[in-house]
Nanobody
Framework: QVQLVESGGGSVQAGGSLKLSCATSGYTYSTYCMGWFRQGPGKQREGVATVDSDGTSAYRDSVKGRFTISKDNAKNILYLQMNSLKPEDTAMYYC??????????????????????WGQGTQVTVSS
């Protein structure tokens, strides 16, 4: 049974940093995409950052240069380092996995539509 568990959210002031973690278990697919998605109040879910099994990553334009997605394959943990946070980054952040995905850029554009496995989410609140 695949499980994804996020942690690391919280409340910070603008300009601050947070590092989200997603611990995965029961996931043994050799090809896949994993990603971070977010949904703010009254907004649709959007892709933040994705990475595929080749290590290629993709980011939405508004977070490029500020966020970094990474994987620790030995520990089965996906990370999202978020720096220079802005109030518009406030959202519930979700980790997700798609075993049928091979392209991080395509996966980002789906905003998670094709992702099969999801965590419960972790709240990020950025105050001005």
């Amino acid at each position: 049974q695949v499980q994804l568990v996020e942690s690391g959210g919280g409340s910070v002031q603008a300009g601050g940093s947070l590092k989200l973690s997603c611990a995965t278990s029961g996931y043994t697919y050799s090809t896949y995409c994993m990603g971070w998605f977010r949904q703010g109040p009254g907004k649709q879910r959007e892709g933040v950052a994705t990475v595929d099994s080749d290590g290629t990553s993709a980011y939405r334009d508004s977070v490029k240069g500020r966020f970094t997605i990474s994987k620790d394959n030995a520990k089965n943990i996906l990370y999202l380092q978020m720096n220079s946070l802005k109030p518009e980054d406030t959202a519930m952040y979700y980790c997700a996995a798609d075993p049928d995905c091979t392209n991080a850029h395509y996966a980002l554009g789906t905003h998670g539509r094709d992702f099969d496995y999801w965590g419960q989410g972790t709240q990020v609140t950025v105050s001005s």
